[in-house]
């Protein structure tokens, strides 16, 4: 996406000249003395890798590219129920992809996008007119994006090509590096950089507790207790806290909360600079299904599981989905509504408690998703300002929780109170822990807990798909979908789970053909 981007909160830079400057700077192999020598030259090429994350695989989309919310669609959280076979990722969610499936390409490319901008700014800045501090800060700017898709790519590719300076015409191609490897060098950079990143900057900026944040994603990704669980303490000195508003965080006016660590910044209407990933046609969404499984985590208020499955009318063994039981969606953990357009909600005054509101094509699982979706933009829908979170400080909580649990000997009244301060948001108050659950809980149990609480608070932000893969629970979340599926009749595209092979994602045919030095994931040979 081309169009403002604002760095240092002064300067306005247009992002297709920073585009164009690095391509440019690219084709010379990073030798000419014409560029990278003004601070401008500097802000343009930071301002590139900024922009390079908004791009429709990553974290912006439109109706048919993948972004973070369509990737949940990947998993239990969702489906391309109404629209299989015309958005990214859905043959991946049937399980019938294979290397040529063009989610694989179109990621990858994406990905190795923003790590092109970010060596070359890398491999470039000491060379500008700018003071130590600056190049340190810009550095460490570009090396922490470059890990935030580190992150990505290993959680996904695992074994990839790492690359940590440009590529040249002599030397065009690579081989990959384990995941392994990748992860070493991933945290120790990090660990490196944080300490010259500010603790607060300009919003979309990186700082200090979005470098610890990332370093402690990775880690824990990576079955890295210990390191998970120092970066992020280090985050919790940094003066983060939960927004107390859930219902109005995804909004514009939750952007500046003190929750958001890290995200992607858009600037709507009209300048070119707008978010489409949470844009509708004046009705909730119809390509993005939510799953009633999800619906049915969002536990009752009294802190409880949902047990009651009378979703509405059954005609032979077939759900009639536009004949729901609202009933059944009401009293639930507020964040239910927030995360969900269930039926009983009203959009822009149609529906409401009691009736049904379906859309111009109702939800195959009478399920929409709202996170992030305004009904009452019905002007600037694909052209809006609402920033992406790739990091917020309830994300923190809840892993800090899991890594404590997973490396052992931990303080049961620590880890219950990091989920309850989740769980205790001033808007969403739901019971503790040692209310419903207990105290004295096996480490299992706990595990669970934090589980539940991780999908129901952090459901399409892109994250689920990630957090299957990292528990090897991707057979019982195909397994979820389908007992749906088949058992209520419902018209979703069916899955299948093809055992080891589906928790890594094959190497592009298209790489395979253009770097020789690459080699095929022998799951998928």
């Known amino acids: 996406m081309m169009?403002?981007?604002?760095?240092?909160?002064?300067?306005?830079?247009?992002?297709?000249?920073?585009?164009?400057?690095?391509?440019?700077?690219?084709?010379?192999?990073s030798s000419s003395s014409t560029y990278w020598q003004t601070p401008n030259d500097a802000m343009m090429a930071l301002a590139a890798c900024y922009d390079a994350l908004q791009s429709n695989q990553l974290y912006n989309a439109d109706q048919y590219t993948?972004?973070?919310?369509?990737?949940?669609?990947?998993?239990?959280?969702?489906?391309?129920?109404?629209?299989?076979?015309?958005?990214?990722?859905?043959d991946v969610a049937m399980g019938i992809h294979n290397p040529s499936t063009w989610l694989f390409g179109d990621y990858w490319k994406a990905c190795y996008e923003v790590i092109n901008r970010c060596n070359l700014l890398i491999a470039n800045v000491d060379r500008v007119d700018i003071s130590d501090g600056e190049k340190r800060m810009f550095k460490a700017e570009a090396i922490t994006l470059r890990a935030l898709?580190?992150?990505?790519?290993?959680?996904?590719?695992?074994?990839?090509?790492?690359?940590?300076?440009?590529?040249?015409?002599?030397?065009?191609?690579?081989?990959?590096?384990?995941?392994?490897?990748?992860?070493?060098a991933v945290l120790a950079d990090l660990n490196k950089v944080a300490p010259d990143l500010p603790v607060t900057a300009d919003l979309g900026r990186i700082t200090r507790g979005a470098a610890y944040s990332i370093l402690g994603r990775m880690a824990l990704y990576s079955e890295r207790w210990d390191e998970a669980i120092a970066a992020y303490?280090?985050?919790?000195?940094?003066?983060?806290?939960?927004?107390?508003?859930?219902?109005?965080?995804?909004?514009?006016?939750?952007?500046?909360?003190?929750?958001?660590?890290?995200?992607?910044?858009?600037?709507?209407?009209?300048?070119?600079?707008?978010?489409?990933?949470?844009?509708?046609?004046?009705?909730?969404?119809?390509?993005?299904?939510?799953?009633?499984?999800?619906?049915?985590?969002?536990?009752?208020?009294?802190?409880?599981?949902v047990t009651d499955r009378n979703y509405g009318e059954m005609n032979n063994g077939v759900l009639d989905v536009t004949r729901p039981n609202a009933a059944h969606f009401v009293n639930r953990d507020p964040r239910l509504y927030s995360t969900l357009f269930v039926p009983g909600m009203s959009w822009n005054g149609k529906g409401g408690e009691g009736n049904w509101y379906g859309g111009a094509a109702a939800s195959l699982s009478m399920v929409y998703v709202m996170k992030y979706f305004d009904p009452k933009d019905t002007g600037n829908s694909w052209d809006n300002g609402q920033d992406?979170?790739?990091?917020?400080?309830?994300?923190?909580?809840?892993?800090?929780?899991?890594?404590?649990?997973?490396?052992?000997?931990?303080?049961?009244?620590?880890?219950?109170?990091?989920?309850?301060?989740?769980?205790?948001?001033?808007?969403?108050?739901?019971?503790?822990?040692?209310?419903?659950?207990?105290?004295?809980?096996?480490?299992?149990?706990?595990?669970?807990?934090?589980?539940?609480?991780?999908?129901?608070?952090?459901?399409?932000?892109?994250?689920r798909l990630f957090d299957i893969y990292r528990w090897k629970e991707l057979d019982k979340a195909v397994e979820r979908v389908e007992n749906e599926r088949t058992s209520l009749g419902l018209s979703y595209e069916p899955r299948q789970y093809n055992g080891e092979r589906d928790y890594v994602w094959p190497i592009p045919t298209g790489e395979l053909d253009t770097n020789k030095l690459l080699e095929q994931h022998e799951l998928w040979k």
């Not at 000997?409 to 739901?430: H, K, P, T």
């Open 3 to 29: 169009g403002t981007v604002c760095l240092s909160g002064v300067l306005l830079l247009s992002a297709s000249c920073s585009d164009s400057f690095l391509q440019r700077d690219a084709l010379t192999e």
């Open 66 to 90: 993948l972004g973070p919310l369509y990737l949940e669609c990947i998993s239990d959280n969702g489906g391309h129920f109404n629209w299989n076979g015309w958005i990214e990722g859905y």
């Open 149 to 184: 898709i580190y992150t990505n790519l290993t959680i996904t590719f695992q074994d990839v090509p790492y690359l940590t300076e440009p590529l040249t015409l002599d030397n065009p191609e690579c081989a990959k590096t384990s995941r392994t490897t990748i992860v070493d």
């Open 233 to 305: 303490r280090e985050v919790q000195k940094l003066g983060y806290s939960l927004h107390p508003s859930y219902s109005s965080l995804f909004t514009l006016a939750g952007q500046n909360s003190p929750e958001i660590i890290f995200s992607v910044r858009y600037e709507g209407p009209g300048l070119s600079e707008g978010a489409a990933f949470n844009a509708h046609w004046n009705t909730p969404i119809e390509s993005m299904n939510g799953t009633l499984n999800l619906a049915d985590d969002y536990y009752l208020t009294d802190g409880t599981p």
């Open 388 to 463: 992406f979170y790739v990091v917020r400080y309830a994300e923190v909580l809840l892993s800090l929780a899991e890594a404590l649990v997973q490396k052992g000997g931990y303080d049961e009244s620590e880890v219950i109170g990091l989920v309850n301060q989740v769980r205790q948001r001033a808007d969403v108050n739901m019971p503790t822990v040692e209310a419903v659950e207990g105290t004295g809980l096996s480490k299992e149990a706990l595990l669970e807990i934090i589980k539940h609480e991780r999908r129901v608070e952090l459901a399409f932000e892109g994250l």
